[in-house]
């Protein structure tokens, strides 16, 4: 008679090679899916390390292992946590650290990051690729850790492995100390409002320090290198040189791209960069193509595009203003650490904005094109040599009257 499967797996959904996988990596499966296209997580219940809660903050010294689990495959996710790194240096200096991500971007995103020694790209939809999934989590499963950070709120996902996972200690956000499964649980009143200073924020409580000043968290950056920031200006040069406009300053890169609603159409992009070019005459433009390659802006501008993330750092670093809309690519160009504005039509603006000084947000609902331009220019005056001469929108429309009477 054959011998019934072990505790740790009972679901008959799974064929019998992923139920042994989900055995051999400590995955208890249990009964009630009723549809086998679920997700693994919701018929699974992993195979958690008990963990207990500690009262006392998180030590100063001794902890030189650290994880950040953060599965995510966005490009905007995973930049936000390069000041969580910072902070995690400079409290833990000569520690490191590893980061769990999801696709490849972390990998390009964290490059130059000394301190960073691992970082573990689960596959997108890791479900669906089941032995890749395990046999990476069963790798990092694998070491004990002094430290493992889960700096989301609210993801059952990041939540889940970090009870998987084995560390010393164990930080999180959780309104439910004793239920979280967390050394140091942190109420999700510590978090804050922007992404960028809530694994920060977390941190910080952690570690028992006073609050704070708002701007006194740690920048975005992905730093790049000298040689990667040549580089970027040697393509602008060329590009530029190209075509009819001048390589001198100002020079404005625009990402027309986003997902779904935040997308502004062609129409309102051109009709934004009209408006711009009256009132900017000298700025030259510079389109950064999006992944899929092609131009949102008409092919009409000199363009950039690499489907590699630093590169495209590099190239941003190159410009005096980035002009982007709600995306990854506004966190990137703020990570190159160049003035970047974003435009936000659907976001919150306080949760997502362009992080730190020199950067800002600006919500166009109610905004013609025209008008956003205007707004534009009038926040970056200085940058873009307009801070004399009549005021923007009287010569806008002057402009506009001259354009329209000429023969």
């Known amino acids: 008679m054959q011998a019934a499967l072990p505790p740790l797996v009972q679901e008959t959904h799974f064929p019998p090679c992923i139920r042994q996988l ?3 990596h400590g995955i208890r499966c249990t009964r009630g899916a009723q549809r086998p296209s679920l997700p693994l997580t919701r018929r699974c219940r992993l195979n ?6 500690c009262d006392t903050p998180l030590p100063r010294k001794g902890i030189f292992r650290i994880l950040i689990c953060r599965p995510n495959h966005r490009l905007g996710n995973t930049i936000l946590l390069t000041p969580l790194i910072s902070e995690l240096e ?17 990998k390009e995103v964290f490059a130059s990051f000394f301190s960073v020694q691992n970082v573990y790209c689960l596959p997108k939809r890791g479900f669906k690729h089941p032995f890749p999934f395990l046999r990476l989590l069963r790798r990092v499963r694998g070491t004990q850790y002094d430290l493992v950070i889960d700096p989301c709120v609210g993801s059952g996902f990041s939540r889940a492995l970090t009870r998987l996972l084995r560390g010393t200690y164990k930080l ?7 239920r979280a499964g967390l050394t140091h649980a942190a109420p999700i009143d510590v978090a804050g409002q922007h992404m960028a200073r809530r694994p920060v924020n977390l941190l910080r409580w952690a570690l028992a320090l006073e609050s704070t000043q708002p701007d006194s968290a740690p920048m975005l950056d992905i730093r790049l290198t000298d040689a990667e920031l040549a580089n970027g200006r040697r393509a602008i040069i060329q590009l530029l040189s190209e075509s009819r406009q001048t390589t001198s300053p100002p020079v404005v890169g625009v990402f027309a791209n986003a997902t779904g609603d935040k997308r502004y159409p062609m129409p309102w992009w051109q009709e934004f960069i009209d408006a711009f070019k009256l009132l900017c005459p000298t700025a030259s433009i510079l389109e950064l193509i999006p992944m899929h390659g092609r131009s949102m802006l008409g092919a009409e501008w000199p363009a950039y595009y690499s489907s590699d993330i630093r590169r495209m750092g590099a190239v941003m670093a190159g410009v005096d203003l980035m002009i982007t809309a709600d995306c990854g690519v506004m966190h990137l160009a703020v990570a190159s650490r160049t003035a970047t504005i974003g435009m936000f039509c659907v976001t919150d603006e306080s949760v997502y904005a362009p992080y730190g000084q020199g950067n800002c947000p600006l919500r166009t609902p109610g905004l013609t094109a025209r008008q956003a331009a205007c707004r534009v220019v009038e926040t970056y005056a200085r940058l873009l040599g307009r801070e004399a001469g009549p005021p923007v929108h009287a010569r806008l429309d002057a402009l506009s009257l001259r354009q329209t009477l000429a023969p």
């Not at 958690?48 to 809660?53: A, D, E, G, K, L």
């Open 90 to 106: 400079r409290h833990y200096k000569g520690a490191e650290i590893d980061v769990i991500s999801e696709g490849g971007i972390a």
């Open 22 to 24: 989900c055995q051999w």
């Open 172 to 178: 999180g956000f959780s309104d439910k100390p004793n």
């Open 48 to 53: 958690q390390i008990p963990t207990s809660r």
